[in-house]
């Protein structure tokens, strides 16, 4: 399955944003995360989705990010309030058993820029 985000851009620190997550084929079978990587280091896990719609979010977004699936129409949003300038960088997702392989080939991203 390839994935690719879409719905960054520029907001100011408390702003929001919903970053979309499309997949070339369905997703109902896989466990889906955001991840976000800050400028120079890697990816890290923000946020994830299981099979049966169950959230699990980083400490640094609980609370302000919301994470959900429409298997109907193949996508994963990410919802993202209170934004803070740290939040910037760019937002991919990913099957989240085949990252945990290792050497994970990453789809297109999404730059997230938050001005404070």
């Known amino acids: 399955v390839q994935l690719q985000a879409s719905g960054g851009g520029l907001v100011q620190a408390g702003g929001s944003l919903r970053l979309s997550c499309s997949a070339s084929e369905s997703t109902f079978s896989i466990n889906v995360g955001w991840y976000h990587q800050a400028p120079g280091k890697q990816h890290e896990l923000v946020a994830a989705v299981t099979t049966s719609g169950g959230a699990h979010y980083a400490d640094s977004v609980k609370g302000r990010f919301t994470i959900s699936r429409d298997n109907a129409k193949n996508t994963v949003y990410l919802q993202m309030n209170t934004l803070k300038p740290e939040d910037t960088g760019g937002y991919y997702c990913?099957?989240?058993?085949?990252?945990?392989?290792?050497?994970?080939?990453w789809g297109q991203g999404t730059l997230v820029t938050v001005s404070s």
């Open positions: 990913a099957d989240i058993a085949k990252w945990r392989l290792g050497d994970y080939r």
